[in-house]
């Protein structure tokens, strides 16, 4: 079945944000905000997530670990899958929000830090609820099955990955079609796409350099990790610059250098981390073989021994398939506004998204939303974005732009 516009009387029919379901979206919301967890250890999310699905009277199971899935039926009809993440960030809030976080939560390296959702899976989460409630209250409106997806850990790219393994799409009814959204720091009420390529691929390595430890006044006993280090560093970034042809896009990223103690010894070993952005495969596989043949023979020529390198993570391509995403900007104009949609080129961001859908080999469609103010957007200082401390979207009319856009494509497929 593929996406239709809605019939006047379809339109009449459909489920509504009605003002008490606004307000328990807003409480859902501050609640969510307030005590958020890191990725992969989402187990208050999962369970609040679970409370409600069952009170719905909706059908749900544990899936990849703090993963949770509802499966709502309603009689013959499409198998449509929507999913929302709901991680969060190790990030110390500051945005002066009465309902700011002051939560902590604890590093995989057991490190306690603040927390805070400083990407927006909050408003994800709060507003797939609240769309389930509505489709509940409205089965005359609607048929078939909608598979609500709660991911964890998309921060570190693990938890598409982990429902699949885990068996969701034998346990689930396989959808024939994935929507997802995301909140950005866009103008509040509109809505924005990719036709094609959406996002970037992503990978994280982790690079061990190692030297010769020694007395800092005596470097010709040394084998320097931290000269080295510097010299790979500057090395990588001519990959970009150098190696690839400038009509391809590619980003290579060092985002930490760590290696030794105290001022006057040259330490044994050096740390550094990497993360590269993509869009095409093969541009991939040139950037990932030139880090390592450069890596490689920075330390052949510093006489060093062979460094460690080690994946942390890789995010897949967020991809939209043409024809559906289309469909989709046409049906967010007919139900935001058609000044309020846009067709976007891809960014280089990074989701794990499209896994669900590909595991499967179905289509996928993703799609963002403005969580900022005009007076935000316009004012003298820097505009918070995704992963910041001062990311706070304001809740309306954002809130009820991200229900009306996945209440939208849904009723588009799923309407009678």
């Not at 328990?24 to 005590?35: I, Q, S, T």
């Not at 830090?113 to 994800?124: I, L, N, Q």
């Not at 390595?205 to 084998?223: E, F, M």
């Not at 400038?246 to 990223?253: E, I, K, L, N, S």
Request: aromatic share 6%; hydrophobic share 45%.
């Amino acid at each position: 079945m593929t996406l239709n516009a809605l019939t006047d009387l379809e339109a009449a029919t459909r489920p509504v944000l009605t003002d008490q379901l606004r307000a328990g979206l807003h409480e859902l919301y501050k609640h969510l905000h307030a005590h958020p967890e890191l990725s992969m250890q989402e187990h208050n999310t999962a369970e609040l997530i679970e409370e409600h699905l069952t009170g719905l009277g909706i059908e749900n199971f544990r899936c990849g670990g703090t993963g949770v899935v509802g499966v709502l039926r309603n009689g013959e009809g499409p198998v449509v899958g929507f999913r929302a993440d709901t991680d969060a960030l190790p990030i110390l809030e500051d945005t002066g929000l009465e309902y700011a976080s002051t939560d902590t939560g604890i590093l995989p390296d057991g490190t306690e830090v603040p927390v805070m959702h400083g990407c927006g899976h909050d408003t994800h989460t709060s507003v797939l609820l609240t769309v389930a409630r509505m489709f509940v209250e409205n089965p005359g409106a609607w048929a078939g099955t909608l598979v609500l997806i709660f991911q964890p850990g998309e921060e570190t790219g693990a938890g598409a990955a982990a429902m699949v393994a885990d068996g969701l799409w034998d346990r689930a009814p396989k959808p024939e079609i994935v929507y997802g959204q995301h909140v950005m720091p866009g103008l509040a009420g509109t809505a924005s796409l990719s036709v094609g390529t959406a996002m970037a691929m992503a990978d994280s390595l982790k690079v061990t350099v190692h030297g010769r430890q020694s007395h800092g006044s005596q470097p010709q006993d040394a084998i320097d990790p931290l000269v080295l280090g510097a010299h790979m560093v500057v090395r990588l970034q001519t990959i970009v610059s150098r190696e690839l042809d400038p009509r391809q896009a590619a980003v290579v990223t060092v985002g930490t250098f760590h290696g030794g103690l105290k001022e006057n010894i040259i330490p044994a070993s050096a740390e550094f981390t990497l993360n590269i952005r993509t869009f095409d495969d093969d541009v991939r596989a040139r950037v990932l073989a030139a880090v390592r043949r450069i890596i490689a023979a920075e330390a052949a020529a510093s006489g060093a021994p062979d460094p460690e390198i080690e994946e942390l993570y890789t995010f897949p391509a967020c991809y939209n398939e043409p024809a559906e995403a289309e469909a989709v900007a046409e049906v967010l104009r007919a139900a935001l506004g058609e000044e309020a949609v846009s067709v976007v080129p891809p960014v280089m961001g990074s989701e794990d998204f499209g896994h669900l859908a590909a595991a499967i080999g179905v289509p996928a469609v993703y799609w963002c939303f403005g969580g900022h103010s005009a007076e935000v957007l316009d004012g003298e200082g820097p505009v918070p974005v995704n992963h910041s401390p001062f990311f706070a979207p304001v809740m309306e009319p954002t809130l009820t732009t991200g229900v009306n856009a996945a209440v939208a494509a849904l009723m588009a497929r799923l309407g009678r």
